[in-house]
């Protein structure tokens, strides 16, 4: 049991990542806390595919040293997710600086109340 | 096999995710946030991904961290008394039981390095690694997968960045970046 639990270390990780990205989109009413929150979800899967091409004593997918190799294909599908989130990342934060510039503030409470009472 | 090393970057990590979630300073949070990016750079060599851990290092770690900074410089930093987040029971409650749901399938998953799970036994890994050097003459597998196999989706993933730099355009009510 502890033994299997060692070996599965990095998918605890995962779920725990994926744990906490929940609490902060749930949980944190600051808009910008969310969006880090957004990102530590995103890491968390990212963490589940790598860990998933991971082989024990296998070498970097770089051909020129000597074999076996972990598997490149997750590694380029979270390159393009990397760089995906970014772009996801940049677009969020330019809808918070023009919510700000219309409320006058990022907390998720204030800015409902602020849409009620129009 | 997880080595203590490996286990302490583990804990590294969750901490910061935990400092980020609970730091209620949002440049605290962000500094944290650039530390956690920094560090699963570093998982990512351990894991045998060195062009996703320097992808992290320098768009997670460099650029997240300028983007949220400037952020923070356009709006507001919320000024705080306390050092810590009042912990908000509801949000707590849906993730413990997310982790939960997940943790049911830990045992499920093959153990993390094994030779015979399934992606490493897969014919398309095995394609990838036998032909890449010969037909794309690139000895990097990822660049051969990411440029040449899979340039459609390389390409896909340019037409995002693009559209996200014009969307930006657009919700910022500009013309240029400047």
Redesign the interface.
């Known amino acids: 049991m502890i033994e299997?639990?060692?070996?599965?270390?990095?998918?605890?990780?995962v779920?725990?990542?994926?744990?906490?990205?929940?609490?902060?989109l749930?949980?944190?009413a600051?808009l910008?806390?969310k969006?880090?929150?957004m990102?530590?979800f995103q890491?968390g899967i990212?963490?589940f595919f790598?860990?998933?091409?991971?082989?024990?004593?296998?070498?970097?997918?770089?051909?020129?040293a000597p074999?076996?190799?972990?598997?490149?294909?997750?590694?380029?599908l979270?390159?393009?997710a990397?760089?995906?989130g970014?772009?996801?990342?940049?677009?969020a934060?330019?809808?918070?600086?023009?919510i700000?510039s219309e409320y006058g503030?990022?907390?998720e409470d204030a800015i409902a109340k602020v849409i009620a009472d129009e | 096999m997880t080595t203590p090393l490996e286990l302490g970057l583990l804990v590294f990590i969750l901490t910061c995710a935990v400092a980020t979630a609970l730091l209620r300073d949002v440049l605290g949070s962000i500094i944290a946030f650039s530390a956690y990016s920094l560090a699963i750079a570093v998982a990512w060599v351990f894991l045998r991904a060195p062009d996703v851990g320097l992808t992290e290092a320098a768009v997670g770690a460099g650029v997240m961290t300028v983007l949220f900074l400037l952020t923070i410089a356009k709006t507001v930093r919320p000024s705080s008394d306390r050092t810590l987040e009042r912990v908000d029971l509801p949000a707590l409650a849906v993730s413990v039981a997310l982790v939960a749901v997940l943790a049911t399938t830990l045992f499920a998953l093959p153990a993390a390095g094994a030779a015979d799970s399934a992606v490493a036994t897969d014919d398309v890994t095995a394609y990838y690694l036998d032909n890449a050097y010969e037909e794309t003459q690139v000895k990097n597998a990822v660049t051969a997968v990411l440029a040449a196999y899979r340039g459609f989706d390389t390409l896909g993933e340019a037409v995002v960045v693009y559209a996200a730099g014009v969307g930006l355009l657009v919700v910022l009510d500009r013309e240029v970046f400047a």
């Open positions: 299997a639990l060692a070996d599965r270390v990095y998918y605890l990780a779920f725990l990542l994926l744990g906490v990205g929940t609490y902060m749930i949980g944190n600051n910008v806390k969006v880090i929150g990102n530590i890491t990212f963490l790598i860990t998933a091409a991971y082989i024990d004593g296998a070498s970097p997918p770089l051909l020129s074999g076996p190799y972990v598997s490149p294909l997750p590694h380029v979270i390159l393009t990397i760089v995906v970014v772009s996801l990342t940049a677009v934060l330019g809808l918070i600086v023009r700000y503030t990022l907390d």
